[in-house]
């Protein structure tokens, strides 16, 4: 197994430590939510370090292209379940975000079927940066940057439907050919 793979991997394992740390004592301590805080930043830059290792050094995988969105999908919907449940963020666009990443996976499952692999889009990488960035801010939960935030989950939500709609248009012949 290469390092980017074994990063994405990492990414996973950090997962229940980053909930672990953001809900322990009801989410209402400063101190674990910076700890969970570090997790979910040092997570998301593995999500970065493993896509440029890979690419740089010639070392994509079919693993790697389907593990990490996978393992980016998981970190941020255990954060955003995690904010839903502390009343931080309305479960409507929970919802949204967690429908488009179940509509992309099955979209994948079925081109995988086809021996296809579908990559992410620059839009599904922008939608991911910016719900990581979201993230972070919910997560420190700083009232002076309320409306920085707040305007970070409505691009966030903005650009989780821009991605849905590119990856139904470019790949929509997966699901009525059965092939690109």
């Known amino acids: 197994m290469n390092l980017p793979n074994k990063l994405t ?5 950090m997962i229940p430590f980053f909930v672990f740390f953001m809900l322990l004592d009801g989410g209402g301590n400063q101190t674990y939510r910076y700890i ?19 690419r740089k ?4 995988t079919n693993f790697g292209k389907f593990m990490d969105p996978l393992a980016d999908k998981l970190l941020v919907c255990s954060g955003l379940i995690c904010f839903t449940g502390l009343g931080q963020l309305p479960a409507w666009i929970v919802i949204i ?3 488009r990443e179940f509509i992309i996976s099955g979209f994948r499952l079925v081109a995988s079927d086809n021996g296809i692999v579908i990559a992410a889009s620059y839009w599904g990488k922008f939608k991911t940066a910016s719900q990581m960035i979201m993230s972070v801010l919910l997560i420190v939960n700083i009232p002076a940057l309320s409306i920085v935030t707040t305007a970070l989950i409505w691009i966030s939500l903005i650009l989780t439907v821009i991605s849905l709609v590119d990856y139904i248009a470019k790949n929509h012949q997966v699901l009525t ?3 690109l």
């Open 9 to 13: 991997i990492l990414r996973v394992i």
């Open 36 to 54: 969970a805080a570090v997790i979910f930043i040092v997570a998301s830059f593995t999500d970065f370090l493993d896509g440029s290792i890979a």
């Open 97 to 99: 975000i967690i429908s």
């Open 57 to 60: 050094y010639n070392l994509v």
């Open 177 to 179: 050919e059965g092939s």
